[in-house]
């Protein structure tokens, strides 16, 4: 007889068995008898070598398929006697569960909950105000005349109408000041934007998170107390802070504040880069001029006022050494930190 037709014959042969088959011992040996080692189906694929080309392709490809669809049948054949058996859909309990993925913050919303809820326990408000602000709420009103050379430094995307992307979350302070009688003490967070170039250290958005607490008789060590209940909450206990004078024009006097570099504790590693200090925020008192502008009385009033950048926040305390990372939404980046 032909290989072919032998084949054919074993496939209706098959088929025919596997219908009457009423166990699973018996299913088992089926199985045994066609597809084991010494099986009839495997001696005819052991055969194929002694066959010309084009026989083989002919032969092989039916003895494959008929393989195949066999392994099928019997599977199917299976089941149905397993359920059977106990009168039910049999439920495999040695299979691996299919893994459920549990949503949870992103480490951006994450760090900024942590900063904001440190805050509030220090009897911060939450306000908030637009993404798109106007050049007087920017700048203007912070101190930044229309050729102030500060602006250089944020330059930013301008919409229609003298409208722009805000450079930082400051334009609150005004906002809430012109509703507002003192005591305010308040906590912005939200997105801000900076027309930069992307690179491991910025990027064109970012989030920041501004305070400020305007009240009688507020000064300097109110914003230093305030500043080391935050780092010693967020950073840690006993973490050291160093203050460096520096220029914001809606704060005077102005300083940027560092923190022991976390990773090597001040001796001086890469993330530092080997001066033991990170730079964290900037903050200062809120300059008369500022006051001023939302009329209220700079004899009687004084303030304070912070600004962070979240991202740079983020990435310290999680030692991560790109801020990219965190908008690429990498699920196997982003689960790691919960
Ligand atoms: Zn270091």
Redesign the pocket.
């Known amino acids: 007889m032909d290989i072919l037709d032998q084949l054919g014959q074993l496939e209706q042969d098959a088929q025919r068995e596997l219908k009457e088959l009423s166990s699973l011992e018996a299913l088992e040996k089926f199985r045994v008898r066609y597809l084991g080692k010494k099986g009839e189906l495997t001696a005819i694929l052991r055969g194929l070598k002694s066959l010309s080309t084009d026989q083989k392709r002919q032969v092989g490809g039916q003895a494959n398929k008929f393989k195949a669809d066999l392994e099928f049948r019997i599977n199917e054949k299976r089941e149905e006697l397993l359920a059977g058996a106990t009168g039910e859909v049999r439920l495999d309990h040695t299979l691996p569960g299919r893994p459920y993925h549990h949503g949870h913050q992103h480490l951006i919303t994450l760090v900024m909950d942590q900063i904001v809820g440190i805050f509030q326990r220090m009897g911060f408000e939450i306000a908030d105000g637009p993404d798109i602000e106007t050049d007087y709420y920017n700048f203007e009103a912070l101190n930044f005349p229309p050729d102030h050379p500060a602006r250089d430094e944020q330059d930013t995307f301008y919409v229609e109408n003298d409208r722009l992307l805000r450079t930082h979350t400051s334009g609150v302070q005004i906002r809430e000041f012109e509703i507002r009688t003192p005591p305010v003490k308040i906590i912005a967070p939200g997105r801000v934007f900076r027309n930069e170039a992307v690179n491991s250290r910025s990027f064109c958005v970012f989030h920041q998170v501004e305070g400020f607490y305007v009240d009688t008789n507020v000064s300097f060590a109110d914003l230093k107390g305030a500043l080391e209940a935050f780092c010693y909450e967020f950073f840690g206990e006993g973490i050291k802070l160093r203050y460096r004078p520096s220029f914001f024009p809606f704060t005077e006097p102005s300083a940027e504040i560092d923190v022991h570099?976390i990773?090597?504790?001040?001796?001086?590693?890469?993330?530092?880069k080997?001066e033991?200090w990170?730079e964290i925020l900037g903050a200062g008192m809120i300059d008369p001029n500022v006051l001023d502008a939302v009329k209220y009385d700079n004899e009687k009033y004084s303030g304070y006022a912070f600004g962070m950048g979240v991202e740079r926040m983020a990435l310290l305390k999680y030692q991560v050494n790109d801020i990219r990372l965190l908008y690429e939404n990498d699920i196997k980046f982003i689960s790691q930190f919960r």
Do not use: A, D, R, W
């Open positions: 570099c990773l090597c504790g001040g001796k001086g590693c890469s993330l530092c080997y033991g990170l």
